[in-house]
């Protein structure tokens, strides 16, 4: 099975901040990955799938990047709204959550 | 309206057993793969199964094969998730979510069901 480790597991940023999150996976998943936002209570939402498309009506402050093993996710500019958790997730074989980035305000 | 509506949910007690359902609509559901994911309290998000939209493959996680069985009935718009020997450590939220095609994430959701196992 394939393991999605994110780092950091959570951190503390201020508005207006440049944020990045970073997944690796055990193998190549090619372009399989994607990134989700999640906040209390709430079912998770896509945010961006085949590493860098953004979903529909997702801001253009978040935008993703990598091959292969490595991939981040950048928010190019926190805003109060985006405090939340983000999970990434491979669907190259079978499917995969990463543990999860908490993002809290500093 | 793309909307997906999860109920099922419940308490059991150890080694009982559940089967969540879930309704989709404003969409052809024959023509998308669906997964159940689920999320223990306090916990990050955990895949469990998916079944493809052409019924040429199904999927479980280890920490639920050959316990939980994933059905479709296009015809009613459902998804189920038939849950047997249900442990403590299957208490989760469950979330029904369709998969964008070609394996590009899931991009709608569920609102959720809790299921609580505990004697």
């Known amino acids: 099975d394939i393991q999605m480790t994110q780092s950091p597991s959570s951190l503390s940023a201020s508005v207006g901040d440049r944020v990045t999150i970073t997944c690796r996976a055990s193998?190549?998943?090619?372009?399989?990955l994607n990134w989700y936002e999640q906040k209390p209570g709430k079912a998770p939402k896509l945010l961006i799938y085949?590493?860098?498309s953004l979903q529909s009506g997702v801001p253009l402050r978040f935008s993703g990047s990598g091959s292969g093993t490595e991939f981040t996710l950048t928010i190019s500019s926190l805003q109060p709204e985006d405090f939340a958790t983000y999970y990434c997730?491979?669907?190259?074989?079978?499917?995969?959550f990463g543990q999860g980035t908490k993002v809290e305000i500093k | 309206e793309v909307q997906l509506v999860e109920s099922g949910g419940g308490l059991v007690k150890p080694g009982g057993s559940l089967r969540l359902s879930c309704a989709a609509s404003?969409?052809?559901?024959?023509?998308?793969?669906m997964n159940w994911v689920r999320q223990a309290p306090g916990k990050g998000l955990e895949w469990v199964s998916s079944?493809?939209?052409?019924?040429?493959?199904?999927y479980y996680a280890d920490s639920v094969k050959g316990r939980f069985t994933i059905s479709r009935d296009n015809a009613k718009n459902s998804l189920y998730l038939q849950m047997n020997s249900l442990r403590a450590e299957d208490t989760a939220v469950y979330y029904c979510?369709?998969?964008?095609?070609?394996?590009?994430?899931?991009?709608?959701w569920g609102q959720g069901t809790t299921v609580t196992v505990s004697s």
């Open positions: 979510a369709r998969d964008r095609q070609l394996l590009q994430g899931m991009d709608v």
């Open positions: 404003g969409f052809t559901f024959s023509s998308y793969s």
């Open positions: 079944f493809s939209s052409s019924s040429s493959y199904i």
């Open positions: 193998q190549s998943i090619s372009s399989y």
């Open positions: 085949a590493v860098s």
């Open positions: 997730q491979q669907s190259y074989s079978t499917r995969t």
